[in-house]
């Protein structure tokens, strides 16, 4: 990863940075320096410098190799969060989100959007009828702001090319940090100061999904919880044609 968060302020640092505060690994006469460390933004264990010694490369970062513990960075891109069905279901609450949702539906596309660069509409619709299929309206403690980055973290995004311009090089996942495993963990183990990270990967030449190796960097994500207070996002024909084609009921 080329950026990790700094030893004790909540920022991201490069290894150049890193060096210009903490000092280089060793100091004039050969000597280790002892540093701290800079830490994995997703699960907060120690990481350490590969490469700085080699100034034909950018240094990067990477974790301890005998860390333990879970680590959403170090799990395939192409893993996915475990979904419970919702316990405890309140029929009203949950068919009240759902059609908020889809009144507010040009918001939400609008925000993924934003994180994403491009968002196949497809992809959006296809999120829609998973979160039906899995019954994520029915999340006890869940908020209408919150559903954009639920989905956000609900599948992958390859590159996407236009003829022969790439749109987007990178692959991209995001993630919830260490302490959500299931979606359920959001409000059990968060109290809803979860951070969501933005993992960029190389697009591995043999066509898979890229794993921790072809991982490039990560972003703490801002997260905008305001985004329904703002004007009506204007979108194109095409994106509203295609979401009242496939929800005609729920957007009369
Ligand atoms: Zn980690």
Redesign the pocket.
């Known amino acids: 990863m080329r950026t990790a968060l700094h030893p004790f302020k909540n920022e991201s640092i490069t290894v150049t940075q890193y060096i210009a505060e903490f000092g280089a690994k060793l100091d004039a006469y050969g000597n280790k320096n002892l540093r701290l460390f800079p830490r ?6 120690n ?1 350490y410098t590969k490469g700085e010694t080699n100034p034909e490369v950018d240094g990067v970062f990477s ?1 301890q190799p005998n ?1 333990n513990g879970f ?4 799990e395939s891109a192409g893993k996915c969060y475990e979904i419970l069905l919702p316990i405890d279901e309140d029929p009203y609450k949950t068919k009240a989100l759902r059609s908020s949702f889809f009144k507010h539906w040009k918001f939400h596309y609008n925000l993924m959007k934003s994180y994403l660069k491009v968002l196949d509409i497809f992809d959006f619709i296809k999120l829609i009828k998973y979160a039906d299929k899995n019954k994520i309206w029915s999340y006890r403690h869940i908020e209408e702001k919150q559903i954009p980055y639920i989905f956000l973290v609900l599948k992958e995004y390859p590159p996407v090319g236009n003829k022969n311009k790439l749109i987007r090089k990178d692959w991209l996942r995001f993630w919830f940090d ?1 302490r959500v495993r299931t979606l359920e963990d959001l409000w059990i183990h968060t109290n809803k100061d979860w951070i969501l990270i933005k993992a960029t990967y190389a697009n591995p030449r043999n066509g898979k999904t890229p794993n921790y190796t072809q991982l490039k960097d990560t972003e703490i994500v801002t997260v905008n919880l305001d985004f329904l207070n703002k004007e009506e996002p204007i979108l194109s024909s095409f994106v509203i044609n295609q979401m009242h084609k496939e929800f005609n009921k729920e957007l009369e």
């Open positions: 994995c933004p997703a699960c907060g264990n990481m974790h860390c680590c959403p960075l170090k260490s």
